[in-house]
Each structure stands twice: as structure tokens, then as C-alpha cells.
């Protein structure tokens, strides 16, 4: 259609082209179009073609994909293509926004694309429907529709109120019309949720304060701004609009300019809203799934360190495990919370860590040791410490390595502790431990009864136990009518 070459010598077609492009042109009063034309050798053709480009090119979708996969490498290279298309058009705030944006995804100040990331991306599509509106030939179909078009319902009785609105808007928005809170509640139903409501207050049988609050009852269109319109400068009519949930007021006679800046800057501020819920929402599953993940991988890593403690030593297959079983056990009749027992679980699972320091041939010994071999078997809890001492974050894990051995009278190892010194998670740890060690087989024994091992408990209370734990664990050996605990 603007193909120069074929249509050189036809005068009246030059004409009537130069007439359009500079009609068109004038209606992009929101660029700087001076500057445009500058960039393109005061050519109005190339101009408009070039603005045609910088919506079917647009870097939109681009942009929302690295923000939210935080790849601010791409992201970067996106807004400065953004700044250079927007300063051929002339779209000034434009540029400098993605100017702005650019300096701070060099720096890598995120905190700054955070806070700004959507109020681009708002402006940058109202550059672009402002620009399909008033060029639509211009710009391919298919490009022009992966741009949000807003969709404005109008409630009005009045049609002539109904066409001024359309007149107003029909060429930025989508206009919806319903002449009566009926028709449009029955429209309302059969369509997509629009935008935006303008609501008239004063009509026959349902009026503007009655559809609003029947509106706002329903959860599906409860966030849809609604902005009414009245006669009336009327204070009253005004206070309970607001009360009933209406975002703003046009007078009426309407204004055209007034009704195009309102409506343009209530849904700019919707539109932000409902992207940064969106965002939350994103970022919020995204920090779900990730500390899932964690969990998940700190469990196993977890499982395969008791599984490298226990491989150390042939008679213990599945201690870590069970100790670590044992003591959640203990905790919950101890009242432990939640996040306790998670730790003592932990603790239980990583007490024996310090035997990866010992010797096979002194662990796996089927004799019976020496008393030099003893003292290297007792030393695994000071390794277990020394190992374990820089995990902070649950202190439980280094504490019960270090003093799982301790007994309750202060007769144990290694730092002879008594009774309340000894940490509570290395008292449960050692109930725990002593109870699957008596149970399990041994290079020298077969694992013994549990009447035994209860009467060893029973026995043990205050002096190697403390009284407290082993008496729950008394309760349970109890209640395990069929020794299925050590399985
Ligand atoms: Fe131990």
C-alpha cells in the first residue's frame, strides 16, 4: 500500500498519503514526534513505519520472562533494545524509564529493577495501545493482539451519555454497553470480567449504589474499579459511592480529555496492582518449591552420612536411624514441638558421626577390647564434636555427638557431665542409643530381651539415665507389647 516506486507520478495518491501520515501523526501527541521525524530524515512514511515496528517488535514478553527468571544478563540487553526503539519514536519518559533501568541491571541493582520492573512495563503498554488506537493499519493483526486491550463496561440509561463514552474511548478500548443494571448483570455473565465499570448513579428501577454493592458481594468481580458518573457536585451521593466501594467520579456532562486521563490512570494503577499480585503470588511459590527442594536435599544428605556412619561399623546397620527414631519418640511425650523434634531427629541421626575417625580393625573387633582400644572407641565423641562444631544453626546435632556418652551421676565421658549440665538432646540421645544398642546384636551377643533391657533401664534411672527420659522410654518399651520397636 505505500509501496513509493509504483505509484511515483500519481499526484493525487502523494497527497492523499501526505494528508493521512500527517493526521496520524498528529494524533501521537504522546510522543515527541518532532524528534521521531528528526530520526527519520523528516521522512513521515518512514516515520510511521518505524513506529508500526516498534510494536510489532515489541520486547514485552521478553522482558517479563528474564525479571521473573531473575536472568538480568538478558534482561538487560532487552531494555536497552527498548531504550534505543523508544528514542527513535520519540517516546521520551519511555527512554529514560528504560535508560534508568538499563544503568541499574549494569550495576546489578536489583532492588531498583524491583521497584520499577512493572511501572516500565505499564508504560511501555500503554505506549503501545495508544499507538495501536490511533495506527491500527499500521500495525500487523497479529502483533497488535498480544496487546492487551482494556475492556470498559458502560452502565448508562441514558444512549446519548452511552455514545459520548464510546465516541470517548471505542479507540483505545473495548466499550461494553448495558442500559440497566439488568442487562448488564445478564452480560456480565456471558462474557470475560471487563476492566473497568463506568457506572451512571441515577437510573430507574436499580440504580448505580444498588448494582455497585450487589457487585462487590460477588468474589468474581469484587476487584473491578468501578467509577461512577452524576449530575449532581453532589457531596452525599459522592461519600456513599465511596463507601460502597466506587474508585472515583466523573461529572457529567462528560469531559472528553478529563475522561480519557481518569480512565487511563485508574487502569494503570489496576493494572500495577494486579501484576504485582501476580508477582507475589510467583515469587512466593517460587520460594515454596525452592525451600522444598532444600528440605528435601538436606533429608537425604543427611541419610547418607548416618548411612556412612553406620557402614563404619558391621554390627550397627541402621543405628543412626533408629537412635534418631527413638529420640523423636521421647520427644513427642516430652512435649516436643514441630521444630524440636525435626532437631533431635537430626541430633539423633549424626550422634556416632565422630566413628568415622576410629579404626575398623577397633570398631568391627569381635573380641572383647582392650583398654587402650577403649579409650580410642570413647574418643569418637570429641571427634563427633570436633567435626560437627560448625554447624550452628541446630546446635542439638554438635551437642549430642559431644555428649551422648555422658551419664547422669557424672560418671561418663568425655567431659564427665552431671544430671542438667549435660544438654537435654544428649540425655534423650543417650536413653535412645542404649536402648538400640542393647537391642541390636553385637560381634559378641545376640541382642537381648526387652524385659532385660527394661530392667537395665529401669536399674539405670539417675545414674547412667536421666530419670525423666528413661522413664517415658520405660512407657514406651511398655506399650510395645510385641517388640516391634527395634525393626
Ligand atoms: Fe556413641
Redesign the pocket.
Given at each position: 500500500m505505500y509501496d513509493g516506486d509504483n505509484m511515483e507520478h500519481d499526484e493525487s495518491y502523494l497527497n492523499d498519503k501526505i494528508y493521512d501520515s500527517s493526521q496520524i501523526i498528529e494524533k501521537l501527541s504522546f510522543l515527541n514526534t518532532d524528534d521521531g521525524l528528526k530520526h527519520c530524515m523528516d521522512d513521515a512514511d518512514f516515520y510511521l513505519d518505524i513506529v508500526g515496528t516498534f510494536v510489532e517488535d515489541n520486547v514485552l514478553e521478553e522482558l517479563k520472562k528474564y525479571y521473573f527468571s531473575n536472568d538480568w544478563d538478558s534482561y538487560r540487553v532487552k531494555v536497552h533494545a527498548l531504550k534505543s526503539s523508544a528514542t527513535y519514536i520519540g517516546a521520551e519518559t519511555l527512554w529514560s524509564k528504560a535508560k534508568r533501568m538499563e544503568e541499574a541491571a549494569k550495576q546489578g541493582d536489583i532492588e531498583y529493577i524491583n521497584l520499577n520492573h512493572h511501572q516500565l512495563l505499564a508504560l511501555y503498554e500503554k505506549v503501545l495501545r495508544n499507538i495501536d488506537a490511533v495506527m491500527p493499519e499500521r500495525v500487523n493483526q497479529e502483533y497488535s493482539s498480544s496487546i492487551k486491550k482494556f475492556t470498559i463496561f458502560v452502565v448508562d440509561d441514558s444512549r446519548l451519555n452511552r455514545q459520548v463514552v464510546s465516541e470517548v474511548l471505542s479507540d483505545i478500548y473495548n466499550i461494553v454497553e448495558a442500559d440497566s443494571g439488568d442487562s448488564f448483570f445478564q452480560q456480565l455473565e456471558s462474557r470475560n470480567a471487563p476492566d473497568l465499570i463506568l457506572l451512571d448513579v441515577h437510573m430507574p428501577r436499580e440504580n448505580g449504589h444498588e448494582i455497585i454493592r450487589k457487585l462487590k458481594k460477588d468474589e468474581k468481580y469484587t476487584h473491578i474499579p468501578v467509577v461512577f458518573m452524576t449530575n449532581d457536585n453532589d457531596l452525599s451521593t459522592e461519600l456513599q459511592g465511596f463507601d460502597d466501594g466506587a474508585v472515583d467520579f466523573i461529572v457529567k456532562p462528560l469531559n472528553p480529555a478529563l475522561l480519557r486521563a481518569r480512565i487511563s490512570r485508574i487502569l494503570e494503577l489496576y493494572y500495577l496492582q494486579a501484576n504485582l499480585q501476580e508477582e507475589v503470588q510467583i515469587r512466593t511459590q517460587d520460594i515454596l518449591d525452592k525451600s522444598r527442594q532444600m528440605y528435601a536435599f538436606f533429608e537425604q544428605l543427611l541419610q547418607s552420612l548416618a548411612k556412612t556412619i553406620d557402614a563404619k561399623d558391621k554390627y550397627t546397620k541402621g543405628h543412626s536411624d533408629r537412635v534418631a527414631r527413638y529420640a523423636v519418640m521421647l520427644g513427642k511425650r516430652m512435649g516436643y514441638n514441630e521444630d524440636q523434634l525435626l532437631r533431635i531427629k537430626y541430633a539423633g541421626m549424626l550422634?556416632?558421626i565422630?566413628?568415622i575417625g576410629i579404626p575398623d580393625e577397633i570398631i568391627n573387633k569381635p573380641s572383647k577390647l582392650s583398654a587402650d582400644e577403649f579409650a580410642i572407641i570413647k574418643s569418637?565423641?570429641v571427634i563427633?564434636g570436633e567435626i560437627l562444631k560448625n554447624i550452628t544453626a541446630v546446635e542439638e546435632i554438635y551437642s549430642a555427638a559431644r555428649w551422648?556418652?555422658e551419664r547422669y551421676d557424672g560418671m561418663g565421658y568425655p567431659d564427665g557431665l552431671k544430671g542438667q549440665e549435660i544438654p537435654e538432646v544428649a540425655r534423650v540421645i543417650c536413653v535412645a542409643?542404649a536402648y538400640d544398642a542393647m537391642t541390636s546384636c553385637r560381634g559378641y551377643r545376640k541382642g537381648l530381651p526387652q524385659d532385660v533391657v527394661r530392667k537395665e533401664i529401669a536399674d539405670g534411672l539417675g545414674a547412667q539415665f536421666d530419670p525423666l527420659v528413661g522413664t517415658n522410654m520405660l512407657q514406651i518399651i511398655d506399650e510395645d507389647q510385641d517388640f516391634d520397636l527395634h525393626d
Amino acid at each position: 500500500m505505500y509501496d513509493g516506486d509504483n505509484m511515483e507520478h500519481d499526484e493525487s495518491y502523494l497527497n492523499d498519503k501526505i494528508y493521512d501520515s500527517s493526521q496520524i501523526i498528529e494524533k501521537l501527541s504522546f510522543l515527541n514526534t518532532d524528534d521521531g521525524l528528526k530520526h527519520c530524515m523528516d521522512d513521515a512514511d518512514f516515520y510511521l513505519d518505524i513506529v508500526g515496528t516498534f510494536v510489532e517488535d515489541n520486547v514485552l514478553e521478553e522482558l517479563k520472562k528474564y525479571y521473573f527468571s531473575n536472568d538480568w544478563d538478558s534482561y538487560r540487553v532487552k531494555v536497552h533494545a527498548l531504550k534505543s526503539s523508544a528514542t527513535y519514536i520519540g517516546a521520551e519518559t519511555l527512554w529514560s524509564k528504560a535508560k534508568r533501568m538499563e544503568e541499574a541491571a549494569k550495576q546489578g541493582d536489583i532492588e531498583y529493577i524491583n521497584l520499577n520492573h512493572h511501572q516500565l512495563l505499564a508504560l511501555y503498554e500503554k505506549v503501545l495501545r495508544n499507538i495501536d488506537a490511533v495506527m491500527p493499519e499500521r500495525v500487523n493483526q497479529e502483533y497488535s493482539s498480544s496487546i492487551k486491550k482494556f475492556t470498559i463496561f458502560v452502565v448508562d440509561d441514558s444512549r446519548l451519555n452511552r455514545q459520548v463514552v464510546s465516541e470517548v474511548l471505542s479507540d483505545i478500548y473495548n466499550i461494553v454497553e448495558a442500559d440497566s443494571g439488568d442487562s448488564f448483570f445478564q452480560q456480565l455473565e456471558s462474557r470475560n470480567a471487563p476492566d473497568l465499570i463506568l457506572l451512571d448513579v441515577h437510573m430507574p428501577r436499580e440504580n448505580g449504589h444498588e448494582i455497585i454493592r450487589k457487585l462487590k458481594k460477588d468474589e468474581k468481580y469484587t476487584h473491578i474499579p468501578v467509577v461512577f458518573m452524576t449530575n449532581d457536585n453532589d457531596l452525599s451521593t459522592e461519600l456513599q459511592g465511596f463507601d460502597d466501594g466506587a474508585v472515583d467520579f466523573i461529572v457529567k456532562p462528560l469531559n472528553p480529555a478529563l475522561l480519557r486521563a481518569r480512565i487511563s490512570r485508574i487502569l494503570e494503577l489496576y493494572y500495577l496492582q494486579a501484576n504485582l499480585q501476580e508477582e507475589v503470588q510467583i515469587r512466593t511459590q517460587d520460594i515454596l518449591d525452592k525451600s522444598r527442594q532444600m528440605y528435601a536435599f538436606f533429608e537425604q544428605l543427611l541419610q547418607s552420612l548416618a548411612k556412612t556412619i553406620d557402614a563404619k561399623d558391621k554390627y550397627t546397620k541402621g543405628h543412626s536411624d533408629r537412635v534418631a527414631r527413638y529420640a523423636v519418640m521421647l520427644g513427642k511425650r516430652m512435649g516436643y514441638n514441630e521444630d524440636q523434634l525435626l532437631r533431635i531427629k537430626y541430633a539423633g541421626m549424626l550422634h556416632d558421626i565422630g566413628k568415622i575417625g576410629i579404626p575398623d580393625e577397633i570398631i568391627n573387633k569381635p573380641s572383647k577390647l582392650s583398654a587402650d582400644e577403649f579409650a580410642i572407641i570413647k574418643s569418637h565423641s570429641v571427634i563427633g564434636g570436633e567435626i560437627l562444631k560448625n554447624i550452628t544453626a541446630v546446635e542439638e546435632i554438635y551437642s549430642a555427638a559431644r555428649w551422648h556418652h555422658e551419664r547422669y551421676d557424672g560418671m561418663g565421658y568425655p567431659d564427665g557431665l552431671k544430671g542438667q549440665e549435660i544438654p537435654e538432646v544428649a540425655r534423650v540421645i543417650c536413653v535412645a542409643d542404649a536402648y538400640d544398642a542393647m537391642t541390636s546384636c553385637r560381634g559378641y551377643r545376640k541382642g537381648l530381651p526387652q524385659d532385660v533391657v527394661r530392667k537395665e533401664i529401669a536399674d539405670g534411672l539417675g545414674a547412667q539415665f536421666d530419670p525423666l527420659v528413661g522413664t517415658n522410654m520405660l512407657q514406651i518399651i511398655d506399650e510395645d507389647q510385641d517388640f516391634d520397636l527395634h525393626d
